[in-house]
């Protein structure tokens, strides 16, 4: 039986697994250098208004606004990139380009390290207590 290659815009192998700091985390598998794109995500493109409609409707929110005007819903994405946690921390960022969802890592990704992002401002408004257990952790999202 031979494995499905993976898309062309997963640039490093990772995998969800259970995660520290909450639910699901994506895992690099094989090592990341510094600076290099990991991947990115890919899901249902639509208004900031319907996002933030349907953010109201869920527990977990997987929607990343990329513009003013667009949003992009990930909850049915097949993406592994798609359960990268928060970290005060981070060992990667968030970059939207063109539209799209990107992961690049800050420095070297070691096989087994989980990747996490700074998401930022969030809809949780600082009511959402942050688990990344960082040093310097701000305490909530």
């Known amino acids: 039986m031979t494995l499905p290659a993976r898309p062309a815009y997963q640039k490093f192998e990772v995998v969800a697994k259970p995660s520290a ?3 699901l985390g994506v895992f690099a598998a ?3 250098p510094a600076r290099r794109k990991i991947g990115e995500i890919r899901g249902e493109r639509m208004s900031v208004a319907a996002a933030r409609i349907r953010a109201t409707r869920y527990e977990r929110i997987m929607i990343v606004e990329v513009s003013p005007d667009d949003a992009i819903d990930f909850a049915k994405s097949i993406d592994p990139m798609r359960y990268t946690n928060h970290a005060c921390m981070p060992n990667a960022r968030l970059c939207i380009r063109q539209g799209r969802v990107e992961f690049y890592a800050l420095r070297a990704i070691e096989p ?3 990747i996490t992002v700074n998401y930022g401002a969030t809809h949780h408004e600082g009511q ?5 257990g960082a040093p310097n952790c701000i305490g909530w999202l």
Do not use: K, M, Q, Y
Request: proline share 7%; net charge negative; aromatic share 0%.
């Open 21 to 23: 700091i909450d639910g």
């Open 30 to 32: 094989e090592p990341v």
């Open 112 to 114: 087994g390290d989980e």
């Open 128 to 132: 959402l207590t942050c688990r990344c």
